[in-house]
């Protein structure tokens, strides 16, 4: 069974940048997709990105396309978020996941392991 642990949360103010890592022990997530979710408050959690086994493929939420980053360190098993023009509704629990699949997924249904997440609150 694996594990996923969420770091790098925190407070920022509008236009700065975080960077969220994803640490995975017990099992190797090398050959699985892997995604980043949020959920803010009183709101459904929603996809951010998700990226294949290899890291060559990403995809973004339309909300987050050109400021935040996907990637991953097979070899560290580690996947990263990098969050840069940060706005105030970006403030959320940021989740990572394994997908079930090796090309990851937009679609929450399909990711089986989650992280406790990562609280990240941006200020104007």
């Known amino acids: 069974q694996v594990q996923l642990v969420e770091s790098g949360g925190g407070l920022v103010q509008a236009g700065g940048s975080l960077k969220l890592s994803c640490a995975a022990s017990?099992?190797?997530?090398?050959?699985?997709?892997m995604g980043w979710f949020r959920q803010a408050p009183g709101k459904e959690r929603e996809f951010v990105a998700t990226i294949t086994w290899r890291g060559d493929i990403t995809y973004y939420a339309d909300s987050v396309k050109g400021r935040f980053t996907i990637s991953r360190d097979n070899a560290k098993n580690t996947v990263y978020l990098q969050m840069n023009s940060l706005k105030p509704e970006d403030t959320a629990v940021y989740y990572c996941?394994?997908?079930?699949?090796?090309?990851?997924?937009?679609?929450?249904?399909?990711?089986?392991?989650w992280g406790q997440g990562t609280q990240v609150t941006v200020s104007l």
């Open positions: 996941a394994r997908s079930i699949i090796s090309s990851g997924s937009r679609n929450g249904s399909e990711y089986n392991a």
């Open positions: 017990g099992r190797s997530t090398s050959n699985y997709g």
